[in-house]
């Protein structure tokens, strides 16, 4: 969570339009994970992960894990371990692993990454002595192979706006209960509570009015 947080705000910073399957220290499944995902109306997932092996120090390395090759995934997995070799990992490849809920439950291109074996000595260094290059290198990967298309338009729909972020954190752990994905973004001076992110307006508008038989107050707003 710490490198998908940090990934995510950097992504963020750059104009990238950015949700999390989870922003605190709960346990979701994988299949919860996945449907979170797709009904977030995300156009890629990305998760990430560190290794382990049976006996310390024996394997190390970073690794990218997909469906299925030459696919778009692959691609990105790719592009992102290259990154992570030349930042000083040892290079694991891009292994299909088409048994995980992550990657198979996905509507989307998806990508499981391993950060190091977390029982390996020298991983471990390079992970907590060189997190911030380790994040750069991530980002850097994305970018190469998810280029920013400011022209591409998203939409959500607001239901609350608050002053104090617990009560935005509330209403987004309601709506998650009903199976909406819900994000809190900050639009100063206010807490926003986003629910979706639909590629068309029509899809925005259709839940909007799923929204309002639950008896939300509502507002298609442009992300």
């Known amino acids: 969570m710490r490198v998908a947080l940090a990934v995510g705000q950097r992504l963020k910073d750059a104009g990238y339009n950015v949700l999390y399957t989870r922003t605190t220290d709960r346990y979701d499944s994988p299949l919860e994970k996945a449907q979170i995902a797709n009904r977030s109306g995300a156009d890629y997932f990305i998760s990430f992960h ?9 394997y190390h390395g970073t690794q990218a ?14 592009a992102i371990n290259q990154e992570l070799v030349d930042f000083g990992f040892q290079d694991l490849g891009v292994v299909e692993r088409p048994g995980l809920v992550v990657l198979r439950r996905t509507q989307m291109p998806a990508v499981l990454m391993e950060l190091g074996f977390i029982n390996n000595d020298m991983d471990n260094q390079m992970f907590d002595q060189r997190f911030d290059e380790m994040v750069n290198a991530i980002v850097s990967g994305v970018e190469q192979a998810i280029p920013l298309d400011s022209s591409s338009n998203r939409y ?24 909406y994905f819900a994000t809190v973004r900050w639009e100063d001076p206010y807490y926003a509570v986003i629910v979706g992110r639909e590629s068309t307006l029509e899809d925005a508008t259709e839940l909007q009015n799923q929204l309002r038989q639950d008896g939300y107050d509502t507002l298609v707003v442009r992300l």
């Open 65 to 78: 894990l997909v469906y299925a090759a030459n696919t778009e995934a692959e691609r990105i997995g790719e």
């Open 50 to 58: 560190r290794n382990s092996g049976i006996n310390p120090n024996t």
């Open 156 to 179: 959500g729909v607001q239901v609350g706006l608050f002053r104090h972020e617990s009560n935005a954190l509330y209403l987004k752990e309601q709506l998650e209960s009903q199976g």
